[in-house]
């Protein structure tokens, strides 16, 4: 599997979305940097792309540099 971690640390994806609502609510321009490691599956990634856009919460995707 492999987890879904919110600023280092493990959460769900009900405590995920309710986190992401409020921090919405209390910024409504606030936005989310979404990286994958190596071994993170990708249906794992794109279900959180999903909430974001399910939530209106603007996103990014951080991918490591080419040649590091």
């Keep these: 599997g492999g987890a879904v971690l919110l600023n280092g640390a493990p959460?769900?994806?009900?405590?995920?979305?309710?986190?992401?609502?409020a921090a919405k609510a209390r910024d409504p321009k606030m936005s989310v940097a979404i990286k994958g490691d190596a071994r993170a599956q990708y249906a794992s990634v794109?279900?959180?792309?999903?909430?974001?856009?399910?939530?209106?919460?603007?996103?990014?995707?951080?991918?490591a540099r080419i040649g590091n």
């Design 11 to 21: 959460v769900t994806p009900e405590v995920l979305e309710a986190q992401l609502a």
């Design 46 to 63: 794109i279900a959180v792309i999903d909430l974001c856009n399910r939530l209106g919460v603007n996103m990014g995707l951080v991918t």
